[in-house]
């Protein structure tokens, strides 16, 4: 018999893509509403660790050097994006 916890976990939505580029990730996530088209939304993360042996941490606060490398994070993911919506056109 399932319980609560693994029936949460079975239909837990998953990312639609991720994109990641050294500590900086993207993830893409699929909206589906009704008939209409897809939309996306992307979440940006800069990865981290407080300690060189914990575990891996996330946070949305990027500094100057995250930057140029958080931009062409969002260029492959605009990239992406516009590749499915000429998927779904054919």
């Known amino acids: 018999m399932p ?10 939505t998953r ?3 991720e994109i990641r580029l050294g500590f900086i990730k993207a993830v893409i996530w699929a909206n589906r509403s009704g008939e209409g088209p897809v939309r996306y939304n992307v979440q940006l993360r800069r990865l981290y660790k407080d300690d060189p042996n914990g575990e891996w ?10 930057l140029l490398l ?18 779904t056109e054919s």
């Open 3 to 12: 319980t609560a916890e693994s029936t949460t976990k079975s239909t837990k």
């Open 15 to 17: 990312p639609a893509h």
């Open 57 to 66: 941490k996330s946070s949305d606060s990027l500094g100057r050097d995250d």
């Open 70 to 87: 958080a931009a062409k994070v969002l260029d492959r993911c605009h990239s992406w994006i516009h590749e499915q919506g000429k998927e």
